[in-house]
């Protein structure tokens, strides 16, 4: 089936520094989303990319849907203790709605 | 809050045993998608539902079933539960289709299953 490669697995950073993260797939996607969990919680719905080349910001993160659309990439700036937590992509292929996630992104910030 | 909210929050059972786990859409949503999460298989979807049918399925087993009521509220049955079936179910869901494969899915807080 189709797969989701999501790097880095996990990173430690310093506060105020800046993250990137990014997923690659076999196959194309129509959609890129891109989530963060909190533990015991569920996905928060960080950004949403429907078209190739799409550059998307949500106050400090950035997401790119890749020109290929076989890629995106999630970037955090200015990183802060709450930032901390499980940060998932997922992509829709096809006419297919349900979700395929990658592996996720454990991020830690040292204050 | 997404909107969707999802009972019970905790689940304890033992082996064998049936549960139904319920979901309540976002208001005026008509898709509904059930997902698995374990440690070891990480997030995997199981089954949507639009408007009552159901409109695809995943890596759902036989032992498992959904179904979406007429006021759109689903609910995930799992029977002759497995110490493999313990793991976290979420639901979510989506607005109606506007495009199809361009759903932005919203998730509940899950369910936390523990088969003993």
């Known amino acids: 089936g189709q797969q989701l490669n999501q790097s880095p697995q996990s990173m430690f950073i310093q506060e105020g520094e800046d993250v990137s993260m990014n997923c690659t797939s076999s196959s194309i996607f129509n959609t890129w989303l891109w989530y963060k969990q909190d533990p015991g919680e569920g996905p928060v719905l960080l950004i949403a990319l429907y078209k190739a080349g799409e550059l998307t910001s949500n106050g400090r993160l950035t997401a790119q849907f890749g020109i290929t659309r076989k890629d995106s990439f999630l ?31 454990k991020l830690s910030v040292k204050p | 809050d997404s909107g969707v909210t999802q009972t019970p929050k905790h689940l304890i059972t033992a082996t064998g045993q049936r549960v139904t786990l319920r979901c309540s859409p976002r208001s005026g949503d008509l898709s509904v998608y059930w997902y698995q999460q374990s ?78």
């Open chain 2, 39 to 116: 440690l070891d298989q990480g997030l995997q979807f199981l089954i949507q539902y639009y408007n009552g049918e159901e409109r695809a399925k995943g890596n759902i087993l036989e032992r498992f079933s959904a179904q979406q009521f007429p006021d759109l509220h689903s609910e995930l049955n799992l029977s002759s539960l497995e110490l493999g079936d313990s793991a976290l179910y979420f639901c979510a869901s989506s607005q109606p289709l506007l495009t199809e494969g361009q759903e932005t899915q919203y998730f509940g807080p899950g369910t936390r299953l523990l088969v003993l």
């Open chain 1, 75 to 105: 970037n955090i700036s200015a990183s802060i203790p709450s930032d901390v937590g499980i940060y998932f992509c997922a992509g829709q292929a096809g006419s297919q709605g349900n979700l395929i996630f990658g592996k996720g992104t």
